[in-house]
């Protein structure tokens, strides 16, 4: 009877501290926050890769797109965690305070009864011995009796549990925290399961594995069940004390299957309004939906253009300005007829007088006697698009080069 109890205890310490929902949705909370930070990050760093890139391939760009990839996988999956386990939350805990608990004392009120039975049925065997010899003794024995057949197990703790019983558990509320999806561009929804090509095949899984579950608890209850009538045909009075144990083992697998078959609905319900379409993308990374369709990714793109059009510019520039700096230096020193004026003359000059027809005509031209050709090179728009030189305004010199052509037969 002592271990009996002991035994009492410890299941009731056990039920006790089976409700750990709270601090695992605690948890799952915190490694959702932990996941959508890191799906940020990468974000940010393949936003930034590809403005920096303008869209080209490269190796970078596509290491930093497959930790996208997969910050992105690992968000979506721990979502569809997050929503199953507040499933799962919701239904235990309703059926923790109007089951379970319930149960659990009526467990031990019935555990208490059976060691009221057995301390009957001791104190009935021990009268069976006294001395019947004189009337004191055999009146003595009556009260005895009397008294022993008086006791009833199921009024002993009603008084009791009357004057120490306590009010009903409030419900503990478990509800989706909606500040985990503001920022998700509505791929995720709360209490809402996702399905897409990240996240249908965990699911595919997850379902085989709850239908799993839920059949091999069905087939504990169908044993406890039967080895239950096996005892009421052979032995009553150890049933007497083992039937509600037997009963709350019995709310504990309907219970758990409970919360099984509402996961299992969910998943359901999810791959049932998906049907027979595409899955669609958990984590489009495209130009269009990535970029050009936020304003705030336009302006960058565009800034980072103009940047790269001046960049172009002056390198353009300097190239001509290598050209010309070697001529420069040696037409400083020497008179050159090959340095030519085309239009809008200096005030040494005399003014923009435009020169006379000439030799200096076919350098400006391009020409030259013989086999040598003259090259003439201008950083003039006008000049270059024209190759009319005489008429140029802008008061710009040509750098001149002979070069030797030779004619082959």
């Not at 199921?154 to 009791?160: A, K, L, Q, T």
């Not at 239908?211 to 096996?230: G, N």
Request: some cysteine; hydrophobic content about 30%; aromatic content about 6%.
């Amino acid at each position: 009877m002592y271990l009996v109890k002991r035994e009492a205890k410890k299941r009731e310490r056990e039920v006790k501290y089976k409700i750990k929902l709270t601090e695992d949705v605690a948890r799952k909370k915190t490694e959702y926050q932990k996941y959508l930070e890191s799906y940020k990050q990468m974000r940010a760093k393949f936003e930034e890769q590809f403005v920096i890139k303008l869209g080209r391939g490269s190796r970078r760009l596509d290491d930093v797109r497959d930790r996208v990839q997969k910050a992105c996988r690992k968000l979506h999956l721990t979502h569809n965690e997050y929503v199953l386990l507040l499933c799962e939350a919701v239904e235990y805990e309703k059926d923790f305070r109007t089951v379970l608990l319930p149960g659990l004392l009526e467990y031990q009120q019935a555990i208490q009864e059976a060691f009221i039975l057995a301390w009957r049925s001791l104190l009935q065997e021990v009268t069976q011995l006294f001395n019947f010899s004189s009337d004191n003794f055999k009146e003595i024995q009556s009260r005895i009796e009397s008294s022993i057949d008086s006791i009833r197990p199921h009024d002993e703790y009603s008084d009791f549990t009357e004057r120490h019983k306590t009010s009903p558990a409030s419900p503990v509320p478990f509800t989706f925290d909606d500040t985990l999806v503001e920022d998700t561009s509505g791929k995720l929804l709360p209490n809402t399961l996702t399905v897409d090509n990240l996240t249908v095949e965990w699911l595919r899984n997850k379902l085989s594995e709850l239908e799993t579950s839920v059949r091999d608890t069905q087939e504990k209850m169908a044993l406890i069940q039967k080895a239950d009538s096996r005892k009421s045909s052979t032995d009553s009075l150890a049933r007497l004390s083992t039937v509600d144990s037997i009963k709350k083992e019995t709310n504990e697998l309907h219970c758990h299957e409970r919360k099984l078959q509402r996961q299992i609905d969910m998943i359901n319900g999810a791959l049932k309004d998906l049907g027979c379409e595409e899955v669609p993308s958990g984590c489009d990374l495209s130009i269009e939906t990535t970029f050009v369709d936020s304003p705030e990714h336009q302006q960058p793109i565009q800034q980072q253009d103009d940047r790269s059009s001046l960049t172009l510019k002056k390198q353009q520039q300097r190239l001509v300005n290598m050209l010309r700096k070697p001529f420069r230096r040696k037409l400083s020193a020497t008179s050159s007829p090959l340095l030519a004026r085309c239009g809008g003359g200096t005030e040494e000059d005399g003014g923009g007088d435009v020169k006379e027809a000439g030799e200096e005509d076919k350098v400006c031209q391009g020409h030259g006697d013989g086999d040598l050709t003259l090259l003439t090179i201008s950083d003039c728009d006008e000049c270059r698009d024209n190759s009319n030189y005489s008429s140029c305004d802008n008061g710009c010199y040509l750098v001149v080069m002979m070069v030797q052509v030779v004619l082959t037969p």
